[in-house]
């Protein structure tokens, strides 16, 4: 059975940093290519951040890029995601994803397995 499991999540100021984790069980990491994405109180999921399979490629959304930062640790079967300079706009459910191919993709329906969710919440 595929589980994924983040945590790392909770209060911060904004300016402040937090770092989510996703621990994968029942599949080997090296086979997944990984995402971040986040749902913000009353709006649709939405896509941060994927990295590939060894983390060679990564790809961001605008509204993160250069503030955010993707990585894995396959050995650990974790992938992290670094946040900097939080606003509170950042303020949202934070998934993480596993899809079983090769290239980045922001497709939400194309992932197959999900996490459930840690809230992030900046504060003013």
């Known amino acids: 059975q595929v589980q994924l499991v983040e945590s790392g999540g909770g209060l911060v100021q904004a300016g402040g940093s937090l770092t989510l984790s996703c621990v994968a069980s029942g599949l080997s990491l090296s086979t997944y290519v990984m995402a971040w994405f986040r749902r913000p109180q009353g709006k649709e999921r939405e896509f941060l951040t994927t990295?590939?399979?060894?983390?060679?490629?990564?790809d961001y959304a605008d509204s993160v890029r250069g503030r955010f930062t993707i990585s894995r640790d396959n050995g650990k079967n974790t992938v992290y995601l670094q946040m900097n300079s939080l606003k509170p706009e950042d303020s949202a459910v934070y998934y993480c994803?596993?899809?079983?191919?090769?290239?980045?993709?922001?497709?939400?329906?194309?992932?197959?397995?999900w996490g459930q969710g840690m809230q992030v919440t900046v504060s003013s």
């Open positions: 990295i590939t399979r060894h983390g060679d490629s990564t």
């Open positions: 994803a596993a899809r079983r191919a090769f290239g980045v993709n922001r497709k939400i329906d194309d992932y197959d397995y």
